[in-house]
């Protein structure tokens, strides 16, 4: 399944990734303490408890278990057997294959001496010319061109918990290209991401990163550098468990600052670019200072699992958080000593966003299908009086687990649910109506989201673990009503 989708903004990334350095000393003990290695050394020991019999080492080779072979059949047979033992350990002997792979450090004297020639560079070699060198094909097929799109994917398959790193390409003949790139190894299952620009690594002020931050199951929020493609562990971890060994018993320890519980919810605020915020089940929300790596703010207005948050792209100090407690929450985290401004809504809270075109409209989508839609303009600080929606749309027969606004059409809504389809909405005037439907083949939905770069791309995960993008421009309803804000004609399909 995917879990969540994440567009990487074009030219973001190094076009020739980065080589991973190899890990230090304390890299390695850090490693063993956290028994990823308990089960490599397990078995080695068992290997090395198969090569040792009566305290000595056996000998090992081809050979050698043939020595043991006829050893044994002599002994089977008896001494009186006309079986020749010993003849045929001598003529194993005198083969000597343990040495056969050896080089012959002598002068082969019926060599023509042409491919004994010794080049400089393989381009000078004419045994090799027209051939690619392997190292050559891996940096091609690692490459990331300016111009193309990226999407990264929360993945779990079974126990298997990953980020797929994709390339989206539009080729010449308006035929499109999805494949994967890059593949993260994640230690748990991955429930949100946010994809973040904020230098980590230190360097010039203008200098900008390349990271994505993964929520997951576990109380740690997890930052990988996007980078370094072959990276087993991630540049940064945000809260988590420290686990202390004292004699037989183990003892659990929550990190200064870190949730309790599964981090459900990640957004990265891009005026403050050092601040990230995340929600969590154990009903608090949380802002990170990236570069110190510590807890600056813990609200805690919410009485239940706070499912979804996200900033203000208007006022960068406000952010907006939605809860299993049927309310959400705008607060200035100016003065998180404040009670937060909210709304009652019908259910559960699926996701939040914010209207990129209105400074004050925001939606919410819930599980019993619908979505809502509030002005924050119309807030109290009550949650039992709160203010009426501006409007309420019965969306999907299922939960609505993912919402997006298209960031350069006004007016323009895609909702996702678990029913398996995606539509999109026409909100002018505050009276929502369905301009296109479509099942993507994705499964239940339960992540989309458009390009900043290719605003009328919409990218959906779902249950069947299968990206998918849809150009959204293809539908007819759609192009009459919002393709003057595009920049080119319909001539994408649904991809993947």
């Known amino acids: 399944m995917i879990s969540a989708v994440c567009w990487i903004p074009k030219g973001a990334s190094k076009v020739v990734p980065e080589s991973v350095e190899p890990p230090t000393q304390e890299e390695i003990e850090e490693l063993t303490k956290s028994g990823a290695l308990e089960r490599s050394n397990d078995s080695e020991e068992e290997e090395e408890q ?21 050893k044994a059949l002599g002994k089977a047979q008896g001494d009186n057997s006309s079986y020749d033992l010993k003849g045929t350990i001598d003529a194993l002997g005198e083969l000597d ?25 393989n381009d000078m070699d004419p045994y090799l010319q027209g051939v690619d060198d392997d190292d050559d094909e891996d940096v091609e097929d690692m490459t990331i061109k300016p111009t193309d ?13 990953s980020l797929q790193v994709s390339i989206f390409e539009e080729l010449e003949d308006k035929e499109t290209n999805l494949y994967v790139n890059n593949e993260i190894i994640l230690s748990a299952f991955p429930l949100c991401t946010a994809w973040l620009d904020c230098n980590l690594k230190g360097g010039e ?43 037989k018993k183990t003892s659990v320890k929550y990190k200064r600052g870190s949730h309790r519980d599964s981090v459900l919810g990640l957004a990265w605020n891009k005026v403050v670019r050092n601040a990230l915020a995340s929600a969590s089940a154990d009903k608090t929300v949380k802002v990170w200072d ?27 100090e406000i952010l907006v958080s939605g809860s299993f407690d049927h309310t959400v929450a705008l607060m200035d985290v100016r003065f998180n000593d404040r009670s937060p401004n909210t709304w009652q809504v019908s259910a559960d809270v699926e996701s939040v966003e914010l209207d990129p075109h209105s400074e004050h409209l925001f939606a919410v989508s819930l599980d ?8 924050a303009r119309t807030a109290t600080s009550d949650s039992t009086s709160g203010s009426r929606p501006i409007f309420t749309l019965h969306a999907h027969e299922k939960a609505v687990t993912s919402i997006a606004y298209n960031p350069a059409a006004p007016n323009l809504l895609a909702t996702g649910s678990m029913d398996k389809k995606v539509k999109l909405w026409d909100l002018s005037n505050n009276q929502p109506s369905c301009v296109a439907s ?31 993008v849809w150009d959204i421009l293809t539908d007819h309803g759609v192009a009459n009503k919002f393709g003057k804000f595009g920049n080119r004609g319909t001539e994408t399909a649904l991809v993947g």
């Not at 305290?55 to 080779?61: H, I, L, S, W, Y």
């Not at 997890?222 to 540049?235: A, M, S, T």
């Not at 703010?297 to 699992?305: E, F, M, S, Y």
């Not at 479509?438 to 770069?453: C, H, I, R, Y």
Request: proline residues 4%; contains cysteine.
């Open 50 to 70: 198969d090569m040792e019999m009566d305290g000595t080492e056996k000998e090992v080779g081809g050979v050698a278990r043939a020595l043991a072979a006829v």
């Open 97 to 121: 294959m343990d040495h056969y792979d050896d080089e012959d450090d002598e002068i082969n004297v019926l060599s023509s001496g042409l491919s004994d020639v010794y080049y400089p560079s």
């Open 149 to 161: 799109a990226v999407i990264v994917c929360a993945c779990n398959e079974d126990e298997y918990s």
């Open 205 to 247: 002020s203008g200098d900008k990163g390349n990271f994505i931050a993964v929520g997951s199951m576990e109380p740690a929020i997890e930052i990988w550098d996007l980078d370094l493609p072959k990276e087993v562990q991630p540049f940064m971890v945000l809260g988590g468990i420290s686990k202390k060994k004292t004699g």
């Open 290 to 316: 990236m570069v110190t790596g510590k807890c600056t703010v813990t609200l805690d207005h919410h009485t239940d699992k706070v499912q979804a948050v996200t900033w203000s792209r208007y006022a960068p």
């Open 368 to 375: 019993n299908g619908t979505v809502q839609a509030f002005d």
């Open 438 to 468: 479509t099942n993507p083949k994705a499964g239940s939905v339960f992540s989309l989201a458009f390009s900043e770069d290719c605003p009328f791309q919409l990218a959906v995960g779902g249950s069947k673990g299968k990206l998918k």
